[in-house]
C-alpha cells in the first residue's frame, strides 16, 4: 500500500503524452488521465505525437496503434531511436498477431486492447511510474550521500568539473568553501557513532539551509563538506563562510537525553583560470588547517 501511493503520489509528477485520433475516446481519457497525471499533452496522430514529445520531453506516452499520417508504431520505432527507455504503452482495437509482434519488437512495455477499461490503464500507468521512481531512486543514490542527503563526492566532482568549464568559458567566478566539524572525534567518543550521525546530519542540514539554490553542497568526506558558490568573489564567500560558522555554532543536536552543541572551522578560496580542481581544493585545506591550528570556529582565507 506505502509503494501504491509512492508511485500515484511520483505519477502526479511526471508528464504523460496522449495520442489518440478519435475525438471522443481522446476527450473521454483526456479527462480521466489529467487526473492520475502531473501534465497531460495529447496528440490527434504518430506526427503530432512525435513533434510533441520533440517539444514536450514525455515521461510516459500511451498512443493508439491506426491512425492517420503516422501510425502510432511507426511513431515508435521513431522515438526508440531517441530514447530507448521511455514506457511506452499501446492501446489497440486490433489483436493480430504481427501488431503484437511488432509492438515487442519495438520495445513496447505495455499492450491494451479497446475498448480500454479505465482501472486497467490507471494500473498500467502505475506501473511505469513504479518503474520510473526506482530508476530516480538508484540513480539519486549513486549522486547523495545517503546519510546527510548532500551531495556526495561523486557529484560534487561531477558539479565541479562542470563550474570549471563554465569559468573557462565565460570568465566567471567559482569560490570554494571546505568546513570541517570541530573535535568530531570526541562527539563520537563521548555519546557513540550514532550520536556523531546526527550531528553530522544536522550540519548538513543547516548548511545547506544557508545557502542560495544555485550553491552547491556535499559531504566531502567524514566530517569534511565542501561548498561551490558560482558567480561569488572571494570577499563575499568569507561572509557566506562567517554566515556558515554562526549558523552552526548555534545549533543543538539532541541525543538521547543529551544536547550537543558543535562548532565548524572554514577555509576559503577560489578555483582561478588555469587552475586545475587539486590545486584550489588542496590550497583551500591549507587554509582550513590554519583555522583549525589557530583555536578552531573560525574561518580562514587560501
Not at 511505469?128 to 550521500?145: G, N
Amino acid at each position: 500500500m506505502i509503494t501504491d501511493t509512492q508511485d500515484q503520489e511520483y505519477l502526479k509528477t511526471l508528464t504523460v503524452l496522449y495520442v489518440e485520433d478519435e475525438e471522443d475516446t481522446r476527450e473521454q481519457f483526456k479527462q480521466f488521465l489529467a487526473r492520475l497525471a502531473g501534465r497531460l499533452i495529447t496528440a490527434e496522430n504518430g506526427a503530432e505525437g512525435l513533434a510533441a514529445c520533440h517539444e514536450h520531453h514525455p515521461d510516459i506516452i500511451i498512443t493508439d496503434i491506426q491512425m492517420p499520417v503516422m501510425d502510432g508504431l511507426e511513431m515508435v520505432q521513431e522515438l526508440r531511436i531517441l530514447d530507448a527507455s521511455i514506457p511506452i504503452i499501446v492501446l489497440t482495437a486490433f489483436e493480430q498477431i504481427d501488431y503484437l509482434k511488432r509492438s515487442i519488437n519495438l520495445g513496447v512495455n505495455k499492450y491494451l486492447s479497446k475498448p480500454v477499461n479505465g482501472f486497467e490503464l490507471r494500473d498500467t500507468l502505475l506501473d511505469c511510474a513504479h518503474i520510473l521512481r526506482e530508476k530516480m531512486l538508484v540513480e539519486a543514490a549513486a549522486r547523495i550521500d545517503l546519510l546527510t542527503g548532500l551531495a556526495n563526492r561523486r557529484e560534487i566532482m561531477a558539479r565541479f568539473h562542470a563550474e570549471k568549464a563554465r569559468l573557462e568559458r565565460n570568465s566567471t567566478l567559482l569560490s570554494i568553501i571546505i568546513a570541517d566539524i570541530d573535535h568530531f572525534k570526541r562527539v563520537n567518543d563521548s555519546f557513540g557513532h550514532l550520536a556523531g550521525d546526527q550531528v553530522l546530519k544536522d550540519v548538513a542540514t543547516t548548511l545547506a539551509s544557508n545557502i542560495r539554490a544555485v550553491d552547491i553542497c556535499g559531504r566531502w568526506g567524514g566530517e569534511e563538506f565542501i561548498l561551490l558558490l558560482p558567480e561569488t568573489s572571494l570577499d563575499d564567500a568569507v561572509l557566506v563562510a562567517e554566515k556558515l560558522r554562526v549558523a552552526v555554532s548555534s545549533i543543538t543536536s539532541i541525543w538521547k537525553n543529551s544536547a550537543i552543541r558543535t562548532t565548524i572551522s572554514l577555509g576559503v578560496g577560489m578555483l582561478l583560470p588555469g587552475m586545475d580542481i587539486e590545486e584550489s581544493t588542496d590550497l583551500v585545506d591549507k587554509a582550513l588547517y590554519r583555522a583549525k591550528k589557530g583555536g578552531r570556529n573560525r574561518v580562514e582565507v587560501a
